[in-house]
């Protein structure tokens, strides 16, 4: 069956930084487009980043310059490294897997950035 698994998530400082993985098993990894979203508390989820099976990548514009997606596909792993990490990216990160109209999501993990 196709499970998302994230990690990495935690309690860091404004300024901080931070490495979220996926890993990724049931599905053809390296088809599909990979994609991290956050959802804040009250808010609506939006995206952070995405990255094709090619490797061409897209960030929203509030974390351009600080995340950075990139994955391995022989691991069947996407990551997001955070750096510059202020307390509006309080969120849980999710991650997402894409092809066509197949579509799905890990569980989430917690990202609280505070002093």
């Known amino acids: 069956q196709v499970q998302l698994v994230e990690s990495g998530g935690g309690l860091v400082q404004p300024g901080g930084s931070l490495r979220l993985s996926c890993e990724v098993s049931?599905?053809?990894?390296?088809?599909?487009?990979m994609g991290w979203y956050r959802q804040a508390p009250g808010k609506q989820r939006e995206l952070v980043a995405d990255?094709?099976?090619?490797?061409?990548?897209n960030h929203a514009d509030s974390v351009k310059g600080r995340f950075t997606i990139t994955r391995r596909n022989a691991k069947n792993t996407v990551y997001l490294q955070m750096n510059s990490l202020k307390p509006e990216d309080t969120a849980v990160y999710y991650c997402?897997?894409?092809?066509?109209?197949?579509?799905?999501w890990g569980q989430g993990t917690q990202v609280t950035v505070s002093s």
């Open positions: 990255i094709t099976g090619g490797g061409s990548t």
């Open positions: 997402n897997a894409l092809l066509g109209k197949i579509n799905y």
């Open positions: 049931g599905i053809i990894f390296r088809f599909y487009t």
